[in-house]
């Protein structure tokens, strides 16, 4: 196995695709995500443009959808959520798709929707997605940041580095095999700084202090809990994402 950390999907290779995908968007969308199947979301689509997102779910029984998107951090003005984990309770989403586009998630999404097998991470679910890659040692592994538009997010390159670290950790093959990039180094780095102070760095990060101009402090702690969710997302065709069992 090789792991490649890549900050954003802009800094992707576009001339090849991993045998395995993790797509990382800790402030919000992966968080988001997790949080939507383990509430019993039968799924989530993933849309990066909004009119796409508003064609697909007018097909789709009105009484099992929920559309669900933000712009900017802001929820889009006429859909039922916006980007919030914490709107994603049961009684909201139970047995319901969700019709998600967000900002850089699902834009990420997009970008590498084409690999052989595609999941997502954030901090609330690391260990779920560190167990999936152990078991199943795919030749190659990309943790992708969604960053923002296009730019880095801090959050996104710890949370690679707390999915890496234990990968590293736990594989008797000597860690220079299996370093693909010097990326990987340095998420390893950044999560080890920050690991015992994640709000902390949140408060930092400009995403974090964007979320915190919109009063999403509540958000901010829920995404950096660390393996409070023992679930997977996996991706069952392009672009839905469905809970791995
Ligand atoms: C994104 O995709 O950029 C984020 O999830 C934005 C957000 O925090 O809602």
Redesign the pocket.
């Known amino acids: 196995m090789k792991l490649f950390v890549y900050h954003t999907p802009e800094a992707t290779p576009s001339d090849t695709l991993p045998d395995c995908a993790v797509v990382i ?1 800790v ?3 992966t968080t ?1 995500i997790a949080t939507a199947l383990d509430a019993g979301a039968e799924a989530v689509q993933a849309f990066s443009d909004l009119e796409l997102l508003r064609q697909e779910s007018e097909n789709y029984p009105v009484n099992k959808r929920l559309r669900a998107g ?1 712009r900017g ?1 802001k929820k889009v003005e006429d859909f039922d959520l ?2 919030s984990p914490l709107d994603c309770t049961p009684e909201v989403v139970q047995s319901k798709r969700l019709f998600l586009s ?5 834009r990420a999404l997009k970008r590498v929707e084409n690999s052989a097998t595609l999941i997502t991470a954030a901090q609330i679910n690391r260990q779920a997605a560190v167990n999936y890659i152990l078991e199943r040692q795919p030749e190659t592994v990309w943790l992708v940041g ?1 960053g ?1 538009q296009g730019s880095y997010s801090i959050e996104d390159t710890a949370c690679a580095g707390a999915i890496a670290l234990p990968i590293l950790n736990r594989l008797e093959v000597s860690q220079p095999d299996l370093i693909g990039n010097d990326e990987v180094i340095g998420a390893i780095a950044l999560y080890s700084r920050w690991e015992k102070d994640l709000v902390g760095m949140f408060h930092q990060a400009s ?1 974090g202090k964007r ?1 915190l101009d919109l009063n999403c402090i509540e958000d901010l702690k829920y995404c950096a809990q660390t393996d409070t969710l023992n679930i997977l997302p996996i991706q069952s065709q392009p672009g839905v994402l469905v809970k791995h069992t």
């Open positions: 968007d402030l919000r969308a988001t933000e951090g916006g980007n967000t900002t850089n998630g699902t969604s923002w995403h979320l």
